[in-house]
């Protein structure tokens, strides 16, 4: 009596909400609404180029860059990176990252006709004489004696710039958190809600003496929102373009929120992008399965506030 009771508060609830806010009459209203008005890109002025990054890992070597700096236009190059290495064998320690490579253990085949492995881990003492022929073969040495590049101080920012590209996707699911954020923040200041970014299970048991059923105790939640009434979990995501994940995501999220249900908590889902649009299936048989999966536009209109007040 009390389960059927529960199911048609949230219903009526669920209606009035979305028919106030958004003018809507039925579930169908509300799927169309979400699917109509998903946002393009979330891109902000930090997308680009995590440049505090950036100049953290130029400043961690700039010592060892500036005497690599030396070696430019050098006519016997193998022998005056030699004598250098040999004098400041901490130089050899960068050169991955000259080849705009993370690693230091780097393992190559270099001897194709015998399939001989040759490694070289850049974390310990190496060989100068070995260091300096990585270098050769690699062609960074023939690019310092032909002056082509003319600072490596600069030309290893610049492929660091490169390498920060790789973060860009996740940039974009941090941007969604900041953005999901700056709107939680301000309804929690408002109505006096407590909430916790990036929560876990012990977080939400320490601070709200709470208990939430996850998969890995490390299992970090975007948002979990504390109201006189219930405990909100919150998870926020973006997708510019469609693919298999985002099948995954919506049976992953059906069964999160029929997990945290049965704990007594409510889940809402915060999604966005235009990649929906393609996977429209998945994710309606998620929105018919739980109870509430908004986008942007609709915390925009006060759909999230009123939600958990």
């Not at 799927?31 to 997308?47: G, P, R, V």
């Not at 070995?130 to 290893?156: C, H």
């Amino acid at each position: 009596m009390f389960s059927c009771f529960f199911v048609v508060s949230i219903v009526i609830c669920f209606s009035q909400i979305f028919k106030n806010k958004l003018d809507c009459n039925n579930a169908d209203d509300v799927f169309n609404c979400l699917i109509n008005n998903l946002k393009e890109t979330i891109k902000t002025w930090d997308y680009f180029v995590n440049w505090d990054k950036v100049i953290k890992n130029y400043r961690d070597v700039e010592v060892s860059l500036n005497l690599l700096n030396t070696l430019i236009g050098k006519d016997d190059i193998e022998t005056a990176a030699r004598e250098l290495l040999k004098k400041y064998p901490e130089v050899i320690g960068v050169i991955p990252a000259l080849l705009a490579y993370r690693e230091r253990k780097v393992k190559l085949l270099s001897d194709i006709s015998k399939f001989s492995i040759t490694e070289y881990d850049f974390a310990k003492a190496i060989d100068v004489d070995k260091a300096v022929m990585f270098l050769k073969k690699t062609g960074f040495l023939r690019l310092l004696s032909d002056r082509n590049i003319k600072s490596i101080p600069d030309y290893f920012i610049g492929v660091e710039v490169g390498l920060d590209s790789n973060g860009r996707k996740n940039r974009s699911g941090t941007s969604m958190e900041d953005i999901a954020e700056f709107f939680i923040k301000d309804i929690c200041q408002r109505n006096g809600f407590e909430y916790i970014a990036q929560a876990t299970a012990d977080k939400i048991k320490k601070k709200w003496n709470k208990d939430i059923t996850v998969t890995k105790s490390s299992k970090r939640i975007d948002f979990a929102i504390n109201t006189p009434n219930k405990l909100y979990l919150i998870e926020t995501n973006f997708y510019g373009g469609g693919g298999s994940k985002l099948k995954s995501t919506a049976g992953e999220y059906a069964e999160i929120y029929h997990q945290w249900t049965k704990d007594g908590h409510q889940f809402i889902w915060i999604t966005d992008g235009l990649g929906w649009q393609s996977t429209k299936r998945p994710l309606r048989d998620t929105f018919d399965n739980t109870d509430y999966i908004i986008n942007l536009d609709m915390i925009q209109k006060g759909i999230l506030e009123e939600l958990l007040k």
